[in-house]
């Protein structure tokens, strides 16, 4: 079945340590997103990218980084710039660019200890 | 700055009851509003509005876009504890790829 893949489900991670977050798709999707979401907040977007080999800061970049090597994967690294990475991560992705129809992997949760 | 607001934020109800759900939003080049449910982790997508008026239906589920007073509502009747969920809302922007512009979420309890 095609779908999107993240993974660990739950990461723990001490301060000053850097951690990466694996997102997978097999749908063949050209577009890829990566949101934060925190309590009473809702989902804020990290980076996106719309195409391999590029992509795009969004609002909440800092402290972030992303690379888009290959088609069905983009993985996202919390650096210990981020002051507050606490918070559960969720990957996407869409079809083409400009269409909406996202389709959410099942999440990572993070907590630094 | 563009946003998108949700109310009520959280909500008690009991089997069988309908709710209404709330978004507002203050968006530049708005293209479209959607709805998504989120139970546990990954949201579901529920409706795409783009046109005023026009409800859509899906079940018990209902939803409809007022383009000139900036809202959307999500209807609910006769309501589930499998409705237990985060309702979230989102706007998309014209040229903007598929960049979304999310809501704090509704988080909706159903007791039984």
């Known amino acids: 079945d095609g779908g999107i893949t993240q993974s660990p489900k739950y990461l723990f991670r001490k301060e000053g340590q850097n951690v990466t977050l694996s997102c997978e798709q097999n749908?063949?999707?050209?577009?890829m997103y990566w949101y934060r979401q925190d309590p009473g907040q809702g989902l804020r977007l990290i980076y996106y990218?719309?195409?391999?080999?590029?992509?795009q800061k969004g609002d909440i970049a800092e402290g972030y980084s992303v690379s888009r090597e290959k088609k069905e994967s983009f993985p996202l690294t919390v650096t210990s710039a981020q002051k507050n990475p606490t918070a559960f991560y969720l990957c996407?992705?869409?079809?083409?660019?400009?269409?909406?129809?996202?389709?959410f992997g099942s999440g990572t949760r993070l907590t630094v200890v | 700055e563009d946003k998108v607001v949700q109310s009520p934020l959280s909500l008690v109800v009991h089997e069988g009851d309908t709710v209404t759900l709330n978004c507002s939003y203050e968006v530049t080049n708005f293209r479209s509003l959607l709805w998504y449910k989120q139970e546990k982790k990954a949201p579901t997508f529920l409706f795409m509005l783009?046109?005023?008026?026009i409800e859509k239906k899906s079940g018990r589920l209902s939803s409809i876009l007022d383009k000139k007073e900036l809202f959307s509502i999500l209807n609910i009747t006769a309501t589930q504890t499998g409705d237990s969920a985060i309702y979230l809302c989102?706007?998309?922007?014209?040229?903007?790829?598929?960049?979304?512009?999310f809501g704090q979420g509704t988080e909706l309890s159903v007791k039984p």
């Open positions: 783009t046109s005023s008026g």
């Open positions: 996407a992705s869409t079809l083409t660019v400009g269409s909406y129809g996202y389709t």
């Open positions: 749908l063949n999707h050209d577009a």
């Open positions: 990218s719309q195409i391999v080999n590029d992509f």
């Open positions: 989102a706007v998309a922007r014209g040229n903007q790829g598929g960049k979304l512009i």
